[in-house]
């Protein structure tokens, strides 16, 4: 059996998604070097949100990037993952521009290792700022994220789950594990 607690509703997303989008202006200047990257699947979804809140609160409209990291993985070579590539869409240089690469759930590190390669084949950023919307903790690569909607303290054992209403039919963020006993 699993207990389940809520972290985010649809309202509390709405409000970090907000909260965020005004730290991303606050900290860049250069408004017209900025561009999101999503990173599939949910990470594309929260860097659209982000682009219409960049839109509605500063009208700026900002380039948006889907990247599939799945052959930068470093597990390819397991030999039982089978990968499934999806489509990377980014259809503008990254050269000198601040890419917002956007996920939704930070914990080992590894899917940013493997989103910063690919991002590399598109040009060469002058700054790569994270978003995510929860940090799980518990990095194997010295990698911190920029802006954090949500801090989660968890162990290894915890599984932490965003659904987003593009792909579930509803917005949250809940954390569970195996019930002892």
């Given amino acids: 059996?699993?207990?389940?607690?809520?972290?985010?509703?649809?309202r509390?997303?709405?409000m970090v998604l907000s909260r965020m989008a005004y730290e991303i202006l606050e900290r860049n200047d250069a408004h017209g070097d900025l561009v999101l990257v999503g990173i599939r699947t949910r990470g594309v979804f929260l860097a659209q949100r982000l682009q219409?809140?960049?839109?509605?609160?500063?009208g700026l409209d900002v380039p948006l990037g889907i990247l599939d990291i799945t052959l930068y993985r470093d597990d390819l070579s397991h030999g039982t993952h089978h990968p499934v590539l999806e489509k990377t869409d980014i259809s503008f240089s990254l050269d000198?521009?601040?890419?917002?690469?956007?996920?939704?759930?930070?914990?080992?590190?590894?899917?940013v290792r493997a989103a910063m390669d690919g991002l590399m084949d598109f040009g060469r950023p002058r700054a790569i700022q994270l978003l995510v919307l929860v940090d799980r903790g518990h990095r194997e690569l010295p990698i911190?994220?920029?802006?954090?909607?949500?801090?989660?303290?968890?162990s290894p054992q915890h599984k932490v789950k965003v659904r987003m209403r593009e792909e579930d039919e509803?917005?949250?963020v809940t954390v569970s594990y195996a019930a002892q006993g």
């Fill in 144 to 154: 911190m994220p920029d802006y954090v909607g949500k801090h989660v303290p968890s």
């Fill in 12 to 14: 509390g997303m709405a």
């Fill in 96 to 111: 000198d521009k601040i890419v917002i690469l956007v996920d939704d759930v930070l914990y080992t590190g590894r899917t």
């Fill in 170 to 172: 509803h917005d949250s």
């Fill in 52 to 58: 219409v809140l960049l839109k509605q609160i500063a």
């Fill in 1 to 10: 059996m699993e207990d389940h607690k809520l972290i985010l509703d649809e």
